[in-house]
């Protein structure tokens, strides 16, 4: 049986843009539209193994119901500006999957659609028509069915109706619907109905008299309000039902035979989901064909002397590196006329890992390859410090556009090599049906490494070339290549955890939680399920009645926000918080630490130098740097990391850092003096801000200078403010508009930040990092306003990232340099952790204070905090 799909793609499009977060791909072109669309429409596709399939969108101008009645949508808003550009996005997407489109000007979507499905029936078709629009039940049939997507407890769902199941969820027939319409209206389309009259009236009069008419004349049994509108309104109403009724026999140039569906997801349609950075819908493309360059030289190697002999006598060479439990595997291009490849079954692992140790350590070879710390760890490299001669371009891809989430190889290929490439995920396959590379046929997994290859090599001058464009080749050189070494090298030596102390930790935390359980549920007078917002929620905003309850579509509101706002009117608040917290703590630290303590007794997390768009290291696997330190007994999950025998921790972080950044960049006089004299800087914006001489501030006007001071840097807003401070808005205004009169300058600067990310669609941090900031160019407030609290944060949080990545490399050369034993294990935002040796401790502190403080040379010092302690609780 032939089965159609029809898409109502206007209505399909909204859905999407209002039901995922803005999006935009590398070059601030939005895309969360067409990720939402192309995702449902796929969907759909498969759920009902349709073998044709039509989009319809309504075309610009009047349409036949303007002339019936001039204000026909007149009250309708216009299309958001993030939204009108991917409409059209979406239609060149459709036409690079091959999926037909249909579209006549002076009619809608509707009366395509309509036309369309009553076509398909007569030509033997089943009908399937998705739309958000209930409009669509009218076309219902028992062949025709309508599928009307629906949210419900945050997850999308799909409604379905045929001609009986209209019937049964309203009461009336498909066509019948259309006079409930007339009756009824439909504010969104500005179709006036009859005032006053409402869908249930509507469907109680329709399904006893079934047409409007019939109810008109037998208006005199009706209640005098009913029967004064229905007089009154009569032709309105009719009028109305015109308007709402689907055409079904526009004269449309269309062969629905020509819809059929091939292979949609095309070359064409990849690259367009890479130029939009639609990562996640890579993996659809599981047949699509490899490309191959004509008279392509390729050749296997299974000799070892010949694998050595080429790769020493490179002199430049693009290298893509294979590997899992099962496999090592090496494809290589030097002499730009012939590809190599290689792997662990036509060579011994172990040799192939050596002649890649070799290659990469040989200064004298320049190397192009990506991922390369990933690769370091496969072959276990002794990387030096000072290693200049490899480029990956997958870390300068992040420099080039820090706020994507991908600079994998098939990004690289299809981005800047002008290649198709399927990621790994469409290649090998996902979850139970993953496939290792030993289950790949040898020619094709040769094909697919060359095909690598050629994208490295075809990209590498174009990303070069953009680095260079962006002044980003310093930063590049002298921070981020480094670093990675750094990195590879942390991550190697890991952290050692005591598992006894970890147990009794665990067991600790047990009691406690168990403890406050017990307190909360005296507090609330029965017991309950802590950890069930649902639940929670009727506990506090309907027995306690605690004032601030937002209701959802799922029960109360309970988020920490929410929490911290009624904290001040009972106890059991701040009890629940804690309880949160412990268990978190449990779940995540106490008892999932074990999993990932190996064979050492160490923990080595991975520490991503390509994920915050700020230039942040973040830690995953795990996660070392986002241990709950609120509580004292969060603060004492740390006691369980120790260094090893004979060794003791030394930890040191800047000491307001990012504030000492902003008097820099800013070049306040005011704050520049006052952490040049060493001076409380909290203290003295009290005292500014207050007008009160220094001595005299007290502690709460310290502590709402504080959050001011921390506030601005953030770009935070009066009402964010108020929140933190528990103050008025208004109040909280006159603190910020207090602030920048004493602090013009950093008003200058912070102003300037946003200047610059609307002229040029970026800011940059002191060692010229990017962050682009599309947000700025959305019509929505929210995301403008988002956009001009990054632009004023990301120069400092940024430059600070910078700081610490200097600090980094510098502290790891000196001990390299002085051949110390001390090794940098740990780096935790502004902090950093050492283990060294006991008799070399104070040499050590002092030598990573000096190293952290002389990171930059900036306006005004920059002071670290250093402590040494037996674990890492008592070093902080």
Request: net charge negative.
């Amino acid at each position: 049986m032939k089965k159609l799909l029809l898409v109502d793609g206007n209505s399909i499009m909204n859905r999407a843009f209002y039901g995922i977060p803005l999006l935009s791909n590398s070059e601030g072109v939005f895309t969360n539209a067409v990720y939402g669309f192309i995702n449902i429409v796929t969907k759909i596709l498969e759920d009902e193994k349709a073998s044709h399939v039509v989009i319809a969108f309504d075309l610009k101008g009047p349409t036949f119901r303007n002339e019936i009645f001039p204000d026909y949508k007149g009250t309708r808003k216009s299309m958001p500006d993030e939204l009108r550009p991917q409409m059209k996005l979406v239609k060149e997407v459709l036409k690079a999957m091959d999926i037909s489109i249909c579209e006549i000007q002076g009619y809608e979507a509707d009366d395509v659609l309509g036309t369309l499905a009553y076509s398909g029936e007569q030509g033997g078709f089943e009908v399937a028509l998705l739309s958000g629009d209930k409009d669509m039940l009218q076309l219902a049939t028992e062949r025709t069915k309508i599928i009307i997507p629906k949210t419900k407890n945050g997850t999308t769902t799909y409604e379905q109706y045929f001609d009986r199941d209209v019937m049964d969820t309203y009461g009336v027939t498909p066509t019948e619907f259309i006079d409930v319409k007339g009756l009824m209206g439909d504010a969104s389309d500005n179709i006036p109905g009859i005032p006053g009259v409402g869908e249930k009236t509507a469907l109680k009069l329709i399904s006893k008299y079934h047409t409007i008419e019939a109810a008109y004349e037998d208006r005199e049994s009706f209640a005098k309000g009913l029967k004064g509108k229905i007089t009154d309104y009569i032709d309105q109403a009719v009028l109305s039902r015109k308007l709402a009724t689907i055409i079904t026999d526009v004269a449309l140039d269309f062969n629905i035979d020509h819809s059929e569906i091939g292979e949609i997801y095309t070359k064409e349609a990849y690259d367009y989901f890479v130029k939009l950075n639609l990562n996640s819908l890579l993996g659809k493309f599981t047949a699509m064909k490899m490309e191959k360059e004509p008279d392509m030289k390729v050749e296997k190697i299974s000799n070892p002397v010949n694998l050595d002999r080429l790769l020493s006598e490179a002199r430049e060479c693009y290298y893509h590196l294979i590997f899992d439990n099962s496999l090592t595997g090496l494809a290589f291009i030097c002499d730009q006329s012939t590809y190599y490849y290689t792997d662990s079954r036509l060579i011994d692992k172990t040799h192939i890992d050596k002649a890649i140790n070799d290659l990469i350590l040989n200064e004298t070879i320049k190397k192009i390859t990506y991922d390369f710390k990933l690769q370091l760890h496969q072959i276990d490299a002794p990387m030096s410090l000072y290693a200049k001669s490899v480029t990956d371009l997958s870390l300068m891809m992040y420099l080039i556009n820090p706020v994507s989430s991908h600079y994998e190889i098939d990004k690289i290929a299809t981005e800047y090599g002008g290649i198709s490439y399927i990621g790994d995920d469409g290649f090998l396959g996902k979850g139970k049906s993953l496939k290792s590379l030993a289950d790949i046929d040898e020619d094709d997994l040769m094909d697919r490494s060359v095909l690598a290859i050629r994208a490295i090599k075809q990209a590498y001058p174009k990303i070069v070339k953009e680095v260079d464009e962006k002044n980003l080749m310093g930063l590049y050189n002298t921070i981020e290549l480094p670093l990675l070494y750094v990195l590879y090298r942390m991550e190697k030596r890991g952290i050692k955890v005591d598992g006894e102390q970890l147990k009794a930790f665990a067991k600790r935390l047990k009691h406690s939680i168990e403890i406050l359980e017990k307190e909360i549920f005296e507090m609330a007078g029965e017991s309950f399920n802590i950890s069930s917002p649902k639940q929670l929620g009727v506990i506090l905003f309907e027995k306690m009645a605690l004032p601030f309850a937002k209701k959802t579509k799922t029960g109360y509101a309970t988020s920490v926000d929410i929490l911290e706002r009624i904290k001040p009117y009972h106890p059991i608040v701040e009890a629940i918080m804690s309880y949160r917290q412990l268990t978190k703590l449990k779940s995540t630290y106490a008892d999932g630490l074990f999993d990932y303590i190996q064979e050492d007794g160490r923990i080595h997390s991975t520490f991503n130098q390509k994920v915050a768009s700020t230039g942040r290291i973040s830690s995953q696997d795990p996660n070392l740097q986002n241990i709950p330190i609120r509580l004292e007994l969060g603060r004492e999950i740390r006691k369980v990391f120790v260094p090893q025998d004979g060794f003791i921790f030394i930890d040191a972080d800047y000491s307001q850092i990012e504030l000492r950044l902003l008097a820099h960049l800013s070049e306040d006089a005011s704050f520049i003096k006052a952490f040049r004299e060493e001076l409380d800087i909290h203290r003295m914006t009290a005292s500014q801000v207050f007008h009160i001489p220094f001595e005299e501030v007290t502690d709460l006007q310290r502590r709402n200078a504080k959050a001011v001071n921390f506030g601005i840097v953030y770009g935070i807003s009066a009402f964010g403010l108020s929140q933190d401070l528990n103050i008025g808005v208004k109040e909280a205004g006159v603190y910020i508009d207090q602030y920048f009169e004493k602090y013009p300058k950093v008003k200058s600067f912070l102003d300037g930040c946003i200047n610059q990310a609307k002229t040029d669609g970026y800011v940059t941090t002191m060692y010229n990092r990017i962050r682009p900031i599309p947000e700025l160019a959305s019509s929505n407030y929210a995301q403008r306003s988002f956009g001009e609290r990054v632009a004023m944060n990301t120069p400092i949080q940024g430059s600070a990232a910078d700081v610490i990545k200097i600090a980094m490399i510098n502290v790891e050369k000196r001990l390299v340099k002085e051949k110390s034993k001390a090794r940098l294990i740990l780096q935790v935002h502004d902090e950093l952790l050492i283990e060294a040796p006991i008799e070399d401790q104070e040499y050590i502190q002092s030598l990573l204070i000096e190293e952290m403080e002389q990171a930059v040379l900036i306006s005004v010092p920059l002071t670290v905090d250093a402590h040494i302690g037996k674990n890492w609780y008592e070093s902080k």
